[in-house]
């Protein structure tokens, strides 16, 4: 159930995200556990559905003009929403003094773009905890791979419109470990859609922060034991069935499993949430031209 929040009346500009940004209609995902509430939040060309009881957002929606984007200089500082109880959200106590990074779910530059009052508006408002998620702050080349994908898919719909809707989030498992009373995901979400040749597309991505020990599990569990930030390993980066992203997600696509640019794996789909895929459905990247395109399955 996505519930909207209480009092939808919003300041100039914060109309948040528009399902209709690419033409065909791109709905906000939402829960298929009618027991599982949203929180719809709007910002400026985006809009995060914080999952109270996980205080985290469960995805959030963005719609990128790379037509009209600017390369603001970055400036801001993280802050609560007041339209949200604080318990709801987290806020700085779970990154201090630590290693995580306090990760962008939307990308700070993906709803930079219009006037210069929408361009502001927008920049700042990524800088809210419910766009947030804690990741691992070591920089590798997962990493960088994980955060170019939205400059690389703009490059290359350059000759269409230039437009993509990002959906994002973290896959918040019952099993994640906790650390300061917040369950850390281990792993994190991407659906990008467009128009290609005239028709919707989408293409979908997982970024791993699983750590990569011989007993992981054990190691998660000690850490959690010891009140310690989990021993997240190297990010591990794959495009994936869209539909297995609403599957670990319990999240509902709307219409981008139909359009999904990957061609069908030959493996099965995990039958459980959390499940660990086939070894050929799941695609390894190394670099954003690993990336499938099409045509659509």
């Not at 989408?202 to 922060?209: F, I, K, S």
């Amino acid at each position: 159930m996505t519930s909207p929040f209480p009092d939808p009346a919003q300041p100039d500009g914060q109309a948040g995200y528009d399902p209709a940004f690419l033409g065909p209609i791109v709905p906000l995902p939402h829960p298929t556990d009618p027991d599982i509430a949203l929180v719809t939040l709007p910002y400026t060309h985006f809009t995060v559905l914080l999952r109270p009881d996980r205080r985290l957002a469960a995805a959030t929606a963005v719609g990128i003009d790379g037509g009209r984007l600017v390369d603001l200089k970055r400036e801001g500082q993280w802050r609560l929403d007041p339209r949200v109880p604080e318990a709801q959200q987290v806020g700085e106590a779970l990154y201090a003094d630590n290693d995580f990074d306090r990760g962008h779910l939307v990308r700070r530059l993906d709803p930079v773009w219009g006037d210069d009052a929408e361009v502001r508006a927008a920049n700042a408002d990524t800088f809210h905890f419910t766009n947030a998620a804690p990741q691992h702050a070591a920089f590798n080349q997962g990493k960088q791979l994980w955060a170019g994908l939205e400059d690389f898919l703009l490059t290359h719909a350059a000759t269409f419109d230039r437009k993509l809707v990002v959906l994002t989030g973290p896959v918040l498992r019952p099993a994640d470990p906790v650390y300061r009373k917040v369950r850390i995901p281990l792993a994190f979400w991407k659906v990008v859609a467009f128009l290609q040749d005239g028709a919707l597309a989408a293409t979908a991505y997982v970024l791993d922060q699983s750590p990569d020990l011989p007993n992981a599990s054990a190691a998660l569990a000690a850490a959690e034991a010891a009140d310690q930030p989990p021993p997240l390993g190297a990010y591990r980066t794959f495009q994936v069935p869209v539909s297995d992203v609403a599957d670990i997600t319990a999240l509902d696509l709307g219409p981008l499993p139909a359009v999904d640019l990957l061609p069908a794996p030959p493996s099965p789909a995990p039958t459980t949430p959390g499940a660990e895929p086939g070894p050929d459905r799941w695609r390894p990247l190394g670099r954003h031209e690993d990336i499938v395109l099409g045509p659509p399955r």
